[in-house]
C-alpha cells in the first residue's frame, strides 16, 4: 500500500490551494516542469532517480479525517481560522486527477531538462510540488555521486556502507537505493535490501575483534560462525599483525576445504598497506583471497589510489556517498509552464527574474536525445509538444543562456519523459523496480563520451533548446521586460 504522502507539502501550497478554490480556479488547467541549473558535483551529467517515490505519492494520495482536522486547528497570525471551513470539506472529498510524465530511474540527465512533467489541476500540480522535488532531488544527487565512485573504481565492486552516516531514515532508505541505481553492487542496509529487492553485504566490525581475548582468537570464531561469507576486518590493532592472522586462518580453512573470501582494511595508509598485504597474502598461497578497503572514500581518494597502484578487488563507500558529500542539494525546482482553460489552446508561461540563469522555459515540454550510428549519445534538445511542428529534418539545439552556441542534431532520437499517471491513478504495468535502473544506468553510461564524464573540468554535453522555441522563449522575454537586455 505504502505510505499516504499528501501533506508532505510546504504550508504556502496549500494557501495558493484555497486562494485557488476561492477565485474559482478549480477548472483551471497548468503544465509544471521540474529541473535542476547545474549538474551535481561540477561534473558533466546527472543520474535520475526518486520515480518510485513520486508513483507512491500518487497511489496514495488523498487527505483523510485526521489530515482535515489537522488543518482545521491551524490558526492564522491574527488567531482566526487559516483555512475556510467550506475549503476543508472540499478538499477532503478532492481526487487526484493529473498527469505525471517521468525521465525514468537510471537515466542519465542535464540541466534544465525536464525530470517531471505534471499536467493538471493548477491546485493538484501546486501541491505536488515539494514531494516529487524532495524524492527527486536527493535521490538524483545520491545516484550521481555512486555513478562517480562506481567509474573511480574502474570496474570494481562498490558496498554503500552510508545507513549510520545518512540524513535520517529516510534519508538511508533512499540513499541505499539511489546508491544501487547509479552502480553500487550491495548495500549494508538491510531493511533497504529488503524494500528494494537489491544485494546487501557486510561483515564484523572492530567490536567483535575487542570482544575476544586476541585477534586470532576473533577471526577463527568468525570463519567458524560464517564460513561462507568470511571476510576478515585487518585493521583494529596493527594491520600488518592483522594480516598474518587472517593469513593464519586462511591456511587453516584450505584444511577444512573451506575458503577465507577477504580483508578489509579501514584506516592507515590505504594504498601502502594493500600493496603490503596483497604481497603477503600471494606469499603464503592465498592469491584468490580479496582486499575490500574503506575509510571515507570518495572518487577523488579512489582516483588517487589507482595512481598509486593500490592492490584491492572491491571498496566500502560510506560518509561520502550516503551523505551526498560535498553538495548537500541538487537544488532542482518545479516551474509553471503552461496553463489553459478547459477546451482551450496551452498557453505557455515563463519565469524570467533578474538573472539570466533563472529563466525558465515555456511551453508542455519534453527531451529528445539524439544518438549518431554507434547509438552514441549526440545531444539533447528540449521541445514544446504543444507548440508548432518541428522541421525533423533540420533542428539546431540553442544553449538556454547563450544563443551563439548551437548545434545541428542528426536525425535519430528517442524522448526521454514516459507515462508514470493519468488521471491521477499510476499507469498499470510500469516498472519501477530499482534493479531495471540500475541496468538502464549501466547501459547508458558506456554512450556518453569520455571526456563529460571526467571529474576535473568536464567537457559541456550538447543539451539545449529547439531553435524555434529559443525565438519564441526570446519574443516572450522582450514582451514582459519590454527590452531584450538578457541576450
Known amino acids: 500500500m505504502g505510505r499516504n504522502l499528501t501533506l508532505l507539502t510546504d504550508l504556502y501550497e496549500l494557501t495558493m490551494a484555497q486562494g485557488y478554490w476561492q477565485e474559482g480556479k478549480l477548472n483551471t488547467e497548468a503544465c509544471f516542469y521540474a529541473f535542476y541549473r547545474e549538474n551535481p558535483f561540477e561534473g558533466g551529467y546527472g543520474v535520475m532517480c526518486g520515480g518510485d517515490v513520486v508513483a507512491e505519492?500518487?497511489?496514495?494520495?488523498?487527505?483523510?479525517?485526521?489530515?482535515?482536522?489537522?488543518?482545521?486547528?491551524?490558526?492564522?497570525?491574527?488567531?482566526?481560522?487559516?483555512?475556510?471551513?467550506?475549503?476543508?470539506?472540499?478538499?477532503?472529498?478532492?481526487?487526484?486527477?493529473?498527469?505525471?510524465?517521468?525521465?525514468?530511474?537510471?537515466?542519465?540527465?542535464?540541466?534544465?531538462?525536464?525530470?517531471?512533467?505534471?499536467?493538471?489541476?493548477?491546485?493538484?500540480?501546486?501541491?505536488?510540488?515539494?514531494?516529487?522535488?524532495?524524492?527527486?532531488?536527493?535521490?538524483?544527487?545520491?545516484?550521481?555521486?555512486?555513478?562517480?565512485?562506481?567509474?573511480?573504481?574502474?570496474?570494481?565492486?562498490?558496498?554503500?556502507?552510508?545507513?549510520?552516516?545518512?540524513?535520517?531514515?529516510?534519508?538511508?532508505?533512499?540513499?541505499?537505493?539511489?546508491?544501487?541505481?547509479?552502480?553500487?553492487?550491495?548495500?549494508?542496509?538491510?531493511?533497504?535490501?529488503?524494500?528494494?529487492?537489491?544485494?546487501?553485504?557486510?561483515?564484523?566490525?572492530?567490536?567483535?575483534?575487542?570482544?575476544?581475548?586476541?585477534?586470532?582468537?576473533?577471526?577463527?570464531?568468525?570463519?567458524?560462525?560464517?564460513?561462507?561469507?568470511?571476510?576478515?576486518?585487518?585493521?583494529?590493532?596493527?594491520?600488518?599483525?592483522?594480516?598474518?592472522?587472517?593469513?593464519?586462518?586462511?591456511?587453516?580453512?584450505?584444511?577444512?576445504?573451506?575458503?577465507?573470501?577477504?580483508?578489509?582494511?579501514?584506516?592507515?595508509?590505504?594504498?601502502?598497506l594493500s600493496k603490503k598485504a596483497r604481497a603477503m597474502l600471494d606469499e603464503a598461497g592465498l592469491g584468490y583471497v580479496g582486499i575490500v578497503l574503506s575509510n571515507d572514500l570518495d572518487e577523488y581518494t579512489i582516483t588517487s589510489l589507482n595512481e598509486q597502484g593500490a592492490a584491492y578487488t572491491a571498496l566500502g563507500v560510506g560518509t561520502h556517498l550516503s551523505s551526498a558529500f560535498g553538495q548537500p542539494a541538487l537544488g532542482g525546482v518545479y516551474k509553471l509552464s503552461a496553463v489553459r482553460e478547459p477546451g482551450e489552446e496551452w498557453q505557455p508561461r515563463l519565469k524570467v527574474s533578474e538573472q539570466s540563469y533563472k529563466l525558465t522555459i515555456p511551453g508542455v515540454l519534453d527531451t529528445r536525445r539524439y544518438t549518431d550510428a554507434d547509438g552514441n549519445f549526440a545531444g539533447d534538445v528540449i521541445v514544446d509538444t504543444a507548440g508548432p511542428a518541428i522541421d525533423d529534418s533540420d533542428v539546431i539545439a540553442v544553449d538556454p543562456l547563450d544563443g551563439m552556441k548551437r548545434k545541428k542534431m542528426p536525425s535519430q532520437y528517442t524522448t526521454l519523459l514516459a507515462p508514470l499517471a493519468r488521471e491521477g491513478k499510476v499507469v498499470e504495468g510500469i516498472d519501477l523496480s530499482t534493479r531495471t535502473a540500475r541496468k538502464r544506468c549501466e547501459d547508458q553510461l558506456p554512450h556518453l563520451d569520455e571526456s563529460i564524464k571526467r571529474f576535473l573540468n568536464p567537457h559541456s554535453y550538447p543539451a539545449g533548446i529547439e531553435r524555434e522555441l529559443f525565438r519564441r522563449r526570446r519574443k516572450m522575454v522582450i514582451e514582459l521586460r519590454g527590452s531584450d537586455s538578457l541576450y
Open 57 to 272: 505519492l500518487v497511489e496514495n494520495f488523498g487527505f483523510d479525517d485526521e489530515d482535515i482536522e489537522y488543518l482545521r486547528s491551524l490558526p492564522d497570525p491574527t488567531g482566526k481560522p487559516l483555512f475556510d471551513e467550506g475549503f476543508l470539506t472540499w478538499l477532503k472529498d478532492m481526487k487526484l486527477d493529473v498527469d505525471i510524465d517521468i525521465v525514468p530511474d537510471g537515466t542519465l540527465v542535464f540541466p534544465r531538462e525536464p525530470l517531471v512533467r505534471v499536467k493538471g489541476s493548477l491546485l493538484q500540480c501546486q501541491i505536488l510540488e515539494p514531494a516529487i522535488l524532495n524524492s527527486v532531488n536527493f535521490q538524483t544527487l545520491i545516484a550521481t555521486k555512486a555513478a562517480r565512485i562506481c567509474r573511480a573504481a574502474e570496474g570494481r565492486p562498490v558496498a554503500e556502507f552510508g545507513l549510520r552516516r545518512a540524513q535520517g531514515p529516510d534519508g538511508a532508505m533512499s540513499a541505499s537505493r539511489a546508491a544501487y541505481v547509479g552502480g553500487c553492487a550491495s548495500v549494508a542496509n538491510v531493511l533497504a535490501g529488503k524494500k528494494y529487492d537489491i544485494p546487501i553485504s557486510g561483515t564484523h566490525a572492530h567490536s567483535w575483534v575487542m570482544a575476544f581475548d586476541s585477534e586470532l582468537d576473533a577471526f577463527r570464531a568468525y570463519v567458524h560462525a560464517m564460513p561462507g561469507n568470511a571476510v576478515l576486518l585487518v585493521d583494529t590493532y596493527d594491520v600488518i599483525q592483522g594480516v598474518k592472522n587472517a593469513i593464519t586462518v586462511g591456511k587453516e580453512m584450505e584444511a577444512r576445504g573451506e575458503r577465507l573470501s577477504a580483508i578489509r582494511i579501514d584506516s592507515g595508509d590505504l594504498a601502502w
